[in-house]
Every structure is written in C-alpha cells, then in structure tokens.
C-alpha cells in the first residue's frame, strides 16, 4: 500500500465527526431554520409595503377615474365598420410591371431563356 488516505495523527474534532456525523448536520440545520424565521420580518416588511402602494392605487380609482372610460362593446363596433363600408369609395386597380405575370392567367410570351 503505497500511500494510505488515513492520517498518522488525526484531530480529535475528525475523529468525532467521523463517528458521529450528525454533530455537523444538526447545527448546520439550525442555522438554516433560524435564518428563515430572522430573514421572515424582513420580507413581511416587503410585502407590507407592496400591499400599501396596491392599496393607494385602488383609492385613487374609487375616487372615479375609471368613470371616465367607456366600456367597450363588440357590437357596437361592429356597426361602426359595417357603416363605413357604406361609403362612396372605388377600388383601383393599380398596374403591374410588365416582368410579373398576371395571376391566374397564362402568360401570352414564353419565358425568356438566359
């Protein structure tokens, strides 16, 4: 064996842990826990002040800003395009260019070969 992965003269801290994990789980678990609830107060106090800015806003609607939209109403739009379609307008056919062919008909020359 050429080198071992054990110490010659280990602390009596390892050798405690080795045998007994849990003296290092445990305190470290606490920690954890402990910090949850410390850190709780500080989040509380984030949330509270969202809650308080949410709050000023919904006063200010209550006061009546919304009064002054109007609600919208899918029918009533609907007429509104319908009777602009009433109106004098024509459509105008706008010319092509002579190298695009007309859709939907034949073309009267070949294609020019290259």
């Known amino acids: ?9 280990p602390s ?9 994990p849990a003296l290092f789980g445990f305190p470290f678990l606490l920690i954890i826990v402990g910090a949850s609830f410390g850190l709780q107060t500080f989040t509380q106090t984030r949330y509270d002040l969202h809650d308080q800015k949410v709050k000023q806003m919904s006063g200010e609607q209550a006061l009546g800003l919304d009064r002054k939209k109007k609600k919208f109403d899918i029918r009533e739009e609907y007429y509104k395009l319908s009777a602009a379609g009433d109106q004098d307008w024509e459509p105008k056919r ?3 260019p002579n190298d695009f062919p007309e859709l939907g008909v034949p073309p009267t ?3 020019a070969k290259s």
């Not at 064996?1 to 003269?9: C, K």
């Not at 009596?12 to 007994?20: E, I, N, V």
């Open 1 to 9: 064996m050429p080198f071992s992965s054990n110490p010659i003269n």
């Open 12 to 20: 009596p801290l390892q050798s405690r842990l080795k045998r007994h």
């Open 94 to 96: 706008i010319a092509r």
């Open 109 to 111: 020359e070949p294609p």
